[in-house]
């Protein structure tokens, strides 16, 4: 499937200036690789705010504002929801 794409002359010129300067061979390969770039940045942000919230959960747990449980309290409790204890 093909895409029509109206970029405008700012972005037009940063693709023609990837080509010339070898980075990219035409400019569905610059496109091509800025989109995997975009990726890897949203990836990449993705990641650190996940390593933010284990931090901050970790935390909550070290000071005691947040209880753990085994995973047979879990089951177990479970299962007395649902009546079979």
């Known amino acids: 499937m093909g895409y029509t794409v109206n970029l405008g002359q700012p972005y037009e010129a940063i693709i023609d200036m990837l080509i010339k300067r070898g980075y990219a061979g ?6 091509r690789h800025a989109l995997k770039a ?6 990449d942000e993705e990641t650190e705010l ?8 970790m935390a909550d747990i070290e000071s005691g504002k ?3 449980r085994s995973w047979e309290e879990v ?3 479970q299962n007395r929801k649902r009546g079979l204890k």
């Open 26 to 31: 035409n400019r569905t390969e610059a496109i």
């Open 38 to 43: 975009y990726e890897r940045q949203i990836e």
């Open 50 to 57: 996940l390593a933010r919230a284990c931090e901050s959960m």
């Open 66 to 68: 947040m209880k753990t």
């Open 75 to 77: 089951r177990e409790r």
